[in-house]
């Protein structure tokens, strides 16, 4: 069995570059225009999903008001943004963008090791959006059943969407998973056998670890959303029963008869846990790099944090019934699901030490991207701790369904990885543009956003725990709603308006500075790890001209006490790391 | 950072392993495409076993009572009922098209490129009669009236999962029929040989046919033992 690792291959002899305009930017092959193109087309829906939540925040903030949403549209607009978020949005720019990107830049390799399906997985990812959208102008619109798409309700009648927007929703989220699965493939397989000389597994940046674990846990879990989109779109078009009781629907008993919603409630959760992982791992991973470049500092704990990534990720599995504990399942389940969820936040909460003591000491700059990062730590933690509120089955119960669980995982898992998304993409905009962006207008940018979370989802957590229900078109005169609360959701309302507004400033600074950014150089932020060692920036089809690199250190070479720079790339070997004067930094 | 001091203290062997798995280039010494084929397949066992799980979770659920299965599955044959008759047929052929392409495997590693060839046609041709005994049995079972909403023997979920799954791990086999043609055709037309004459492909094509193989030994005991 004689083969070369794809590391001592002579890539010369098969590389061709593209030469049309078709072959480089549409059907292109190479790894970094994949990402842009995931990125791009996930800016744009995730931008929808946005327009989505400031039309549902009018609603309940002014009920009534705005004649153009009615309690159809609202809760169908509430549906396609939490998905589109999720899955579209989060799952698809972290994986499919960022994953991409750095994947192959920052393990050393040429590119992804099937580059065909690379391509194949953004188109026929491109191909779930569309059908996604398109869910809105058949006839009935989009599904309104919540993104969790419960049955029996969300294929009931009575629920907007049940003619053709589940089936077109459930068909997308399928086609979604083929095109993850196509991706998620060559994200570990490249991870796993392409890496570079010298670039062992415990040498990888974060960011890697972290896409890759993250994929790891896609391929594991999404298996349990398609199957139940199948059995979903069963029960729907052929009539099965394998979600659905017998019930009686406006007096009149259903042919449906013996199925079980609480399994379509295990399968989501299966899938829906480790999808929020899915989201975080990569969060978390980026948020290190960029954390330990601009503190120049090496990451506090690396080897701590690597096994974290895939503590978290193996814990993952076996928490998802926390989402269920007002389900009426056996009640033995919430003690063994308690346990779990409470054991995952040890990690978790390692992680967040961990980040913080990189920052201690530091050589801090501010920049934007660090902003973002710093951001992350304090929306995160601030999740994170509603969580373990939320793991305990007791304090869940009467918790559970309200808007205390929306604060929660709003910090958790929209605004933190979202924090990261815009300090990772301002952070790598010079590597894949060459340019760099407004520092003044991202630092609005940063402000506007992460104090405008605050005072959208702060509010949040007090009305939840009044008990204002989550998914309610209109709250009406009921007595637990003090004045207060009203008052609170009108705030909410004109925080997420400006949020909304604000993002503004990223989209023309990201397209602004396309032309007029200064030149930046190809490694502005004198960092350590591949990605800013290749020869041309933005790099070119190969990535690494001639020959590949090879790798002599871990990512984290900053400030070593006695050595001329404060950091030193990946690619230096031990003796020719210029020595001299120390750089001020105490260890 | 040094990667052997902080091995210090473990067993030689377990040094072995970290080192394996940990060193430069790739953490498994096989061509990427084994490898890629394996994590895929793992993935598919999540399928897989989520559709079981389903199922026995639906069956528990389930208000009817669930059909005998050696009743529904019955064949009968000059006049006498033999149970299960068909389904034995069924799972012979398919454990001895894994056999086939064992064989076809091994060939392919001695560059016998007919043998190889050959014997993935006849590998493909026993899950082509394995689809084709499936489409018998459904139609069977249709024209007695049992359909994925309805069955005359009983919970109408039995129809459901068991048209559901064995429909799943029936198209399974037909791509992976497909699958084993394409790549028989070009070890026939030399494909192979331009390009350095490596036929890891084979045991690639192999690694997914024994797997839809082995799944069909759990559906086999879950629908038709059970
Ligand atoms: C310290 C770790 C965490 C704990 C203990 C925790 C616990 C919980 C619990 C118990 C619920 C269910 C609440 C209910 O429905 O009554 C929940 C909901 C949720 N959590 Fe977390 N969580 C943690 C971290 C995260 C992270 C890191 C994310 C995502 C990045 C996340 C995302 C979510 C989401 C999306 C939901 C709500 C889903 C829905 O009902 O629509 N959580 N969390
Ligand atoms: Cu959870």
Request: hydrophobic residues 50%.
């Amino acid at each position: 069995m004689a083969y070369v690792s794809i590391a001592d291959r002579d890539h010369e002899a098969e590389h061709h570059d593209p030469d049309t305009f078709i072959t480089k930017y549409v059907w292109s092959q190479d790894h970094k225009v994949i990402a842009i193109q995931y990125g791009v087309i996930a800016i744009l829906i995730g931008l929808v999903g946005m327009l989505l939540s400031s039309a549902f925040r009018l609603q309940l903030g002014f009920p009534d008001v705005f004649s153009f949403i009615n309690p159809e549209n609202y809760y169908q607009f509430v549906t396609i943004h939490g998905m589109i978020m999720v899955i579209y949005l989060l799952t698809a720019l972290f994986l499919g963008g960022f994953g991409n990107y750095l994947i192959p830049l920052q393990l050393g390799a040429r590119d992804m090791v099937f580059p065909f399906m690379n391509m194949l997985s953004v188109w026929v990812y491109a191909l779930s959006v569309i059908i996604l959208v398109a869910s809105f102008f058949v006839p009935g619109g989009a599904t309104g059943a919540g993104w969790t798409l419960y049955p029996p309700h969300a294929i009931s009648p009575g629920t907007p969407g049940t003619d053709w927007g589940i089936v077109l929703m459930l068909l997308s989220l399928g086609v979604f998973i083929v095109a993850f699965t196509m991706g998620g493939l060559n994200y570990v397989t490249t991870v796993l056998q392409a890496r570079c000389k010298g670039m062992t597994l415990m040498r990888m940046p974060l960011s890697v670890w972290g896409i890759f674990m993250a994929t790891i846990l896609g391929l594991l879990a999404f298996p349990a959303l398609l199957v139940s989109a199948i059995m979903m779109l069963f029960d729907k078009l052929l009539g099965t029963s394998f979600f659905m009781p017998a019930m009686i629907q406006a007096g009149v008993a259903t042919d449906t008869v013996g199925g079980s919603p609480v399994l379509f409630q295990h399968l989501f959760w299966f899938f829906g846990h480790p999808e929020v992982y899915i989201v975080a791992l990569p969060a978390f991973g980026l948020v290190s790099d960029l954390l330990s470049t601009h503190a120049r500092k090496n990451i506090f704990g690396y080897r701590m944090m690597v096994w974290a990534i895939i503590a978290i990720g193996g814990l993952s599995f076996i928490v998802w019934a926390h989402h269920m504990y007002v389900s009426g399942m056996n009640p033995y389940f919430g003690f063994f699901f308690a346990t779990t969820t409470l054991i995952i936040a040890v990690p978790t909460a390692l992680k967040v030490y961990n980040w913080v003591l990189t920052l201690w000491q530091g050589n801090i700059h501010l920049r934007v991207p660090m902003l973002f990062a710093i951001g992350f730590i304090f929306t995160f933690t601030h999740g994170g701790l509603t969580g373990l509120f939320l793991g305990n089955v007791t304090i869940d119960l009467p918790l559970s369904d309200t808007y205390f669980v929306v604060a929660h995982f709003h910090m958790v898992m929209g605004v933190s990885p979202v924090l990261v998304v815009f300090g990772a993409i301002y952070h790598w905009y010079p590597k894949m543009t060459g340019r760099m962006y407004n520092e003044t207008l991202g630092k609005w940018h940063f402000w506007l956003t992460f104090l405008g979370t605050y005072s959208l989802y702060l509010p949040m957590h007090y009305i939840g725990f009044l008990g204002v229900p989550r998914r309610y078109f209109a709250m009406g005169n009921t007595d637990f709603m003090p004045d207060s609360a009203i008052t609170l959701n009108a705030s909410m309302t004109i925080s997420a308006l400006i949020i909304a507004a604000t993002q503004t400033l990223f989209i023309y600074n990201m397209i602004v500075s396309l032309k007029k950014g200064e030149k930046s150089g190809g490694n502005p932020w004198k960092s350590t790890s591949l990605e800013w060692q290749t020869p041309d920036t933005p790099p070119k089809h190969g990535n690494w001209g001639h020959s590949l690199p090879e790798v002599h250190r871990w990512a984290y070479d900053y400030s070593v006490p006695g050595q001329a720079e404060d950091f030193t790339p990946q690619t230096v070997p031990e003796s020719e790391v210029p020595v001299g004067r120390d750089h001020g930094t105490e260890h | 950072m040094s990667d052997a001091a902080t091995m210090d203290g473990l067993p030689d062997g377990a040094k072995g392993v970290v080192t394996d798995y940990s060193a430069d280039k790739q953490a498994f010494h096989v061509p990427w495409g084994k490898a890629m084929m394996w994590i895929f397949l793992l993935s598919d066992t999540f399928i897989f076993s989520c559709f079981l799980v389903g199922y026995m979770h639906v069956r528990m659920a389930a208000t009817d009572p669930w059909p005998n299965p050696s009743e529904v599955f019955g064949l009968s044959l000059f006049g006498t009922d033999v149970p299960l008759l068909l389904i034995a047929i069924m799972t012979f052929v398919l454990i001895t098209s894994s056999g086939t392409m064992a064989l076809a495997v091994n060939m392919g590693y001695r560059k016998n490129r007919k043998a190889t060839f050959w014997l993935m046609v006849v590998t493909a041709v026993l899950g082509a009669t394995f689809v084709g005994m499936q489409a018998f049995e459904w139609t069977k079972l249709i024209m007695e009236g049992v359909r994925p909403w309805q069955n005359p023997f009983g919970s109408a979920q039995f129809g459901s999962s068991f048209f559901m799954i064995t429909g799943f791990h029936g198209m399974h086999v037909t791509a992976g029929v497909i699958y084993l043609l394409v790549v028989a055709n070009r070890v026939r037309n030399g494909f192979y040989e331009k390009r350095g004459g490596n036929y890891e492909i084979v045991e690639i094509t192999g690694l997914y046919w024994h797997f839809v193989d082995l799944v069909w030994v759990f559906i086999f005991a879950f629908f038709y033992l059970w």
